[in-house]
């Protein structure tokens, strides 16, 4: 069974940086994109970030030259560090991988269940 479990979120200051961690575990057989995505309350979800197998990256406009995606092809694990953080970047943060599980045909998007980052004085 596939799981993918998000962690480092909590609160900070304005200006402030954190750096969230998402680790896929399971039966995989490969991973091929990986995103962060993030929920205000009140808000429909949206795509923050997502990295391909061959590490190309995309940024939604408001977080570009703040947010910086990685991953760790090795660990099955994708970093989302978050800079200048502003009260705005409030919400729930959550992982998806696009990714083929053993003994499956078809890849599929798996969800962790969201990590909670609060950006306030």
């Known amino acids: 069974q596939v799981q993918l479990v998000e962690s480092g979120g909590g609160l900070v200051q304005p200006g402030g940086s954190l750096r969230l961690s998402c680790a896929a575990s399971?039966?995989?057989?490969?991973?091929?994109?990986m995103a962060w995505h993030r929920q205000a309350p009140g808000k429909q979800r949206e795509l923050v970030a997502n990295?391909?197998?061959?590490?190309?990256?995309y940024y939604v406009d408001s977080v570009k030259g703040r947010f910086t995606i990685s991953r760790d092809n090795a660990k099955n694990t994708v970093y989302l560090q978050m800079n200048s953080l502003k009260p705005e970047d409030t919400a729930a943060y959550y992982c998806?991988?696009?990714?083929?599980?053993?003994?499956?045909?078809?890849?599929?998007?798996?969800w962790g269940r969201g990590t909670q980052v609060t950006v306030s004085s």
């Open positions: 998806n991988a696009d990714l083929l599980a053993a003994m499956t045909s078809t890849s599929m998007y798996y």
């Open positions: 399971g039966s995989i057989f490969s991973i091929y994109a």
């Open positions: 990295i391909t197998s061959g590490g190309k990256t």
